[in-house]
Nanobody, 127 residues
Framework: QVQLVESGGGLVQAGGSLRLSCAASGRTFGIYGMGWFRQAPGKEREFVAAISRSGDYKYYTDSVKGRFTISRDNAKNTVYLQMNSLNSEDTAVYLC????????????????????WGQGTQVTVSP
């Protein structure tokens, strides 16, 4: 069992930046593949970014490529999402997720590949 707690959300103007953090407690962090998802009001939860257990492999949804960067620090049991050049379409609740049983270099974008979820942190981008 692992508990995930997100932080770093808030209100930012378009073009600004935020850095989200997700702290994990419980078992050894390195056994989890990690991802970020987001959910806007009235919309489905969508994949944003994922990082392998090793930290060497990363994948992003097209709409955030070149603007967002996912990273992890296994020694600190934390995964990050650096978000730059934010726009109003990025407004959503951002959720961190952890998956078990992944290979060392595996990446997963499907919600079903993740076993544990945080409560989310709100990101609001004003025009």
């Amino acid at each position: 069992q692992v508990q995930l707690v997100e932080s770093g959300g808030g209100l930012v103007q378009a073009g600004g930046s935020l850095r989200l953090s997700c702290a994990a407690s419980g078992r050894t962090f390195g056994i989890y593949g990690m991802g970020w998802f987001r959910q806007a009001p009235g919309k489905e939860r969508e994949f944003v970014a994922a990082i392998s257990r090793s930290g060497d492999y990363k994948y992003y949804t097209d709409s955030v490529k070149g603007r967002f960067t996912i990273s992890r620090d296994n020694a600190k049991n934390t995964v990050y999402l650096q978000m730059n050049s934010l726009n109003s379409e990025d407004t959503a609740v951002y959720l961190c997720a952890a998956g078990t049983g992944w290979g060392w270099t595996s990446i997963n974008t499907a919600k079903g590949a993740y076993d544990y979820w945080g409560q989310g942190t709100q990101v609001t981008v004003s025009p």
